[in-house]
């Protein structure tokens, strides 16, 4: 933030050099031009230099009251010299004529003070007033120039009464009690920001805190406040374009909030961890103390119109050509006039997302292709698909894969929707419990339980759908957001997979039981099978009817009653959180357990055509000469028989005992699914259908 007010100041004009290098253009000529008024004295008292004490008491007041009048406006005089170190602006003194008379001496060592603090305001006014000190700087220098006009013309009047010969140093003193406190007031504000190089808000909370500290004395508070109001409007006039405009116009980096110009929009869509909407815009440290309080809501509202102006929506915050930001003191007119602002920005970006841009209709449309909430057009999909998701990752064609996604969203009912076209498809390199680990979304996986990814995967594995969305409603759906959404897709249409194959191989069970065949391994075979869907058909049913649904609807009752475009991000980022985690997606251990089962499943339903041609003979005739059937021997048929009978038993025996394998396996991890299940529920309550469903399974088996 420091090196963003830094750049600033040093893209603002520079000072001339003229104006440093020649004192006598500034208000220090009286100081050093010492040498030239010391000749000009020496020669109207004809060159004697007699000390102040060699003059009666009435004439050394006359004097005394000539110089100190000068002084009050940090010109020396005969008998009162000023001594300033160089390059230490606030060290300096005043001193008098030693042989002064003690009365006056202690008269003017009273009144000094004031000349100091004239000489501290009017250095700050000149040195302030560079461009590189900011507007607020330029706005406090302006206000105290204004007050040294006052002063000065005060100064004036005393020594107009001092010719009329009506001013006593007693007067004198009089009438600078006054000036006093407001000036030291002042001049100790003026050293604190010099000394810290204060700009913009720094300033600010400094006269707000002094002020506070002045709060006896009503006369300086007063005359704080009205610095506070003057040094402020420079700064609510860019909060004015801020709030009313969405634009920060801030030459010297003195806002509150700070632009990040790096972060493009186009960010939201192509950026996994997008930053731009928390970030593009942030509040920086020094937020004056008068605006501490409704900070965010005056990010916020810029925001919203900055979104807005984006979209080529020009809109204008009723009310702002009147309603001139301003502070004074008790006045809070402008916090009302920041709500108000916040209130219609909210209202109108909303309402843009919702109407123009159709947020509902589009997050309708992706949870009908991305949480499979049409099946139609995947059915039709994964039957046209087949052959190209079998394959390796290195032979897929992304291109076909595509065309064949078209050709099943135009023929299915998934053509009347508007925004069908803006499914594309693409093919993850890695699996999915891969992708998760590399995301770190997974952050509790112990070292130890690192997943192996697999050494062939196939586009079964890795299929993916994809969702183009445009800016604005990318700052709600944004590339985060949509991972997320296809974390939730790839595990959905794996697991649809895996029923289709358990389908298919339920099917050949079927198909067999029309012949009527012997043994136990078709039987225990069958009853694995059911087994299997039943858990799958379970894991899907919880998934979508459990998880996916009721979430959706809770989501879609919030977004209605939704007030402003972050809520509507925060309960859209909340839905898909939810479900990640409800569909075990966040919790590793789980997720490690059904995929195994998932494979488990593949692999059984893969062997299933082995396993039944194994343990079914169909018995294959060849037509023979009804002579040769006659001159076959009785004893040489018995023969054929006992062998294809000795051969069926050893068939039957191996395909029981690689049913009883998978039976085994499928049954222990079920068994450990369950209790991980069962532990979990505890903690995790939507987990408890979960697993009544897999225990039931587990029973049944």
């Known amino acids: 933030m420091a090196d963003s007010a830094a750049a600033a100041a040093a893209a603002a004009p520079s000072t001339p050099r003229w104006n440093v290098e020649r004192p ?15 000749l000009a004295l020496d020669s109207l008292s004809g060159g004697s230099d007699r000390a102040i004490g060699c003059y009666e008491a009435a004439v050394q007041e006359l004097i005394v009251l000539d110089d100190l009048l000068s002084a009050l406006v940090g010109v020396e005089g005969r008998y009162v010299s000023i001594t300033r170190v160089r390059g230490k602006e606030d060290a300096i003194s005043f001193h008098v004529d030693a042989s002064m008379d003690l009365a006056l001496q202690e008269m003017a060592k009273r009144i000094f003070p004031l000349c100091q603090s004239f000489l501290f305001i009017s250095h700050f006014v000149e040195s302030r007033s560079q461009f590189k000190n900011g507007l607020v700087n330029h706005a406090f220098a302006a206000a105290l120039r204004e007050l040294l006009l006052g002063y000065e013309a005060k100064v004036a009047q005393l020594e107009h009464q001092f ?11 009089f009438y600078c009690q006054p000036m006093m406190g407001s000036m030291q007031a002042l001049s100790v504000v003026i050293q604190k920001v010099s000394s810290n190089n204060f700009v913009g808000s720094a300033v600010l909370n400094l006269l707000q805190s002094q002020a506070k500290v002045m709060a006896g004395d009503n006369v300086v508070r007063s005359l704080l406040e009205k610095m506070i109001q003057q040094a402020s409007n420079a700064y609510l006039s860019i909060l004015e374009r801020w709030v009313y405009e969405g634009v920060i116009d801030d ?4 806002f509150f909030i700070v632009e990040n110009k790096s972060l493009k929009k186009e960010s939201l869509t192509q950026d996994d961890d997008a930053k731009f909407w928390s970030e593009r815009y942030s509040l920086k440290d020094g937020i004056p103390s008068f605006l501490a309080n409704i900070a965010e809501t005056i990010l916020t509202t810029g925001k919203y119109l900055n979104v807005m102006r984006e979209c080529g929506h020009h809109v204008q ?3 702002s050509d009147n309603a001139k930001l301003m502070s004074s003191g008790s006045n809070h007119h402008y916090l009302e006039c920041i709500r108000a602002s916040y209130d219609f920005a909210s209202g109108e970006l909303l309402n843009l997302v919702r109407e123009k841009y159709d947020l509902m209709g589009k997050l309708r449309s992706m949870k009908h292709y991305l949480l499979l909430d049409q099946g139609d057009f995947l059915v039709h999909f994964m039957d046209i698909a087949r052959d190209e998701l079998s394959k390796k990752l ?3 064609s992304v291109e076909k894969l595509q065309s064949l996604l078209d050709l099943a969203l ?8 508007p925004c069908h076209e803006d499914l594309t498809c693409c093919v993850e390199r890695s699996s999915l419990l891969k992708r998760l680990e590399d995301m770190e979304l997974n952050r509790t996986i112990p070292d130890d339980s690192e997943f192996e990814e697999p050494l062939s995967i196939t586009g079964l594995e890795t299929f993916c759908l994809s969702y183009k969305v445009r800016w604005p409603l990318s700052i709600v759906i944004s590339r985060k957001a949509l991972m997320k959404y296809q974390l939730i897709f790839r595990f959905l249409f794996h697991c649809k997979h895996v029923e289709r194959q358990l389908c298919g191989a339920w099917q050949v069970h079927q198909g067999v039981r029309a012949l009527k065949p012997g043994g136990t391994a078709i039987t225990r075979s069958s009853l694995l099978c ?3 869907l039943k858990f799958i058909n379970s894991l899907l049913h919880y998934l979508t009817f459990e998880v996916l649904e009721p979430n959706w609807h809770v989501m879609h009752n919030r977004l209605q009653a939704a007030k402003s475009i972050d809520e509507v991000i925060q309960h859209h980022d909340y839905f898909l959180e939810k479900c990640l985690r409800e569909c075990l997606l966040l919790l590793p251990g789980l997720l490690k357990k059904v995929e195994k089962l998932k494979l488990l499943c593949v692999q059984y339903a893969a062997a299933t055509q082995w396993l039944i041609s194994s343990s079914v003979d169909i018995p294959q005739f060849h037509e023979k000469p009804d002579n040769s059937r006659r001159s076959e021997d009785p004893k040489s048929r018995k023969s ?16 029981t005992n690689s049913v009883l394998k998978f039976e085994k396996e499928f049954n222990a991890e079920i068994q450990s699914l369950g209790t991980i299940l069962s532990s979990h529920s505890q903690a995790e309550p939507y987990l408890t259908h979960l697993a009544q469903w897999i225990l039931g399974v587990g029973k049944n088996q």
Request: charged share 20%; hydrophobic share 35%.
């Open 24 to 38: 006598f253009l500034t208000g220090r000529f009286h100081q050093e031009a010492k040498g030239a008024s010391r």
């Open 163 to 173: 010719r009329l010969g009506r001013l006593s140093i007693q007067g004198l003193w």
């Open 251 to 254: 030459p010297y980096g003195e």
């Open 317 to 319: 915050v009723p009310g």
């Open 394 to 396: 290195d032979e897929i």
């Open 410 to 417: 135009r023929t299915t009912a998934a053509a009347a929707d």
């Open 530 to 532: 059911r087994s299997m």
């Open 640 to 655: 054929v028989t006992q062998s294809q009978a000795s051969r069926s038993m050893t068939k039957n025996a191996t395909v």
